[in-house]
């Protein structure tokens, strides 16, 4: 497990394992809905992945509709990767940028579990199996669009220095 914790980067550290364990305990907290895991291997590598996917959502839907509303505004990619050669903190604002939008991403994720919770209760009564395969074409459809998005990353990388 220490070797596990010591291989991480400290990006992977803070913005996929901690978002991972917090939204864990706040939707135990907050929510009806119960994720447990007695064995400590499997609760990090669980953790792990629940923070990368909060991570991913928060890279696929919350950041262009922030972007769309005009909330927040990125500059040109080419621009960016000259900066990041000239400016070594840039690296560590990035970062911080990201866990920013991953903690908030993991707010709306609980309330919105409450108000999935809530309406399913009230309204669809959808069997657990049902709830269990929408959850996985949900994140099925994450991680497709973050494949997209990471390939056209690889793609300007690849055009802003050449």
């Known amino acids: 497990m220490n070797d596990f914790l010591n291989k991480l980067s400290s990006y992977n550290l803070f913005n996929n394992l901690l978002p991972g364990i917090l939204f864990v305990v706040l939707l135990n907290s907050f929510t009806e809905y119960q994720i447990k895991q007695d064995n400590i291997l499997l609760s990090a590598f669980l953790y792990y992945f629940i923070g990368l996917t909060i991570s991913r959502i928060s890279s696929v839907i919350v950041e262009p509709l922030l972007k769309s509303i005009k909330f927040v505004k990125f500059r040109d990619y080419?621009?960016?990767?000259?900066?990041?050669?000239?400016?070594?903190?840039?690296?560590?604002?990035?970062?911080?940028?990201?866990?920013?939008?991953?903690?908030?991403t993991l707010i709306i994720l609980i309330i919105s579990s409450k108000l999935f919770y809530f309406f399913d209760l009230e309204y669809l009564n959808l069997n657990t199996n049902i709830q269990k395969y929408l959850l996985l074409i949900f994140i099925a459809m994450i991680y497709l669009f973050a494949y997209r998005k990471q390939t056209n990353y690889i793609v300007k990388r690849i055009d802003a220095n050449t």
């Open 78 to 104: 080419k621009k960016f990767v000259d900066a990041y050669r000239k400016e070594n903190k840039l690296e560590i604002l990035v970062e911080t940028n990201n866990k920013f939008r991953a903690i908030f």
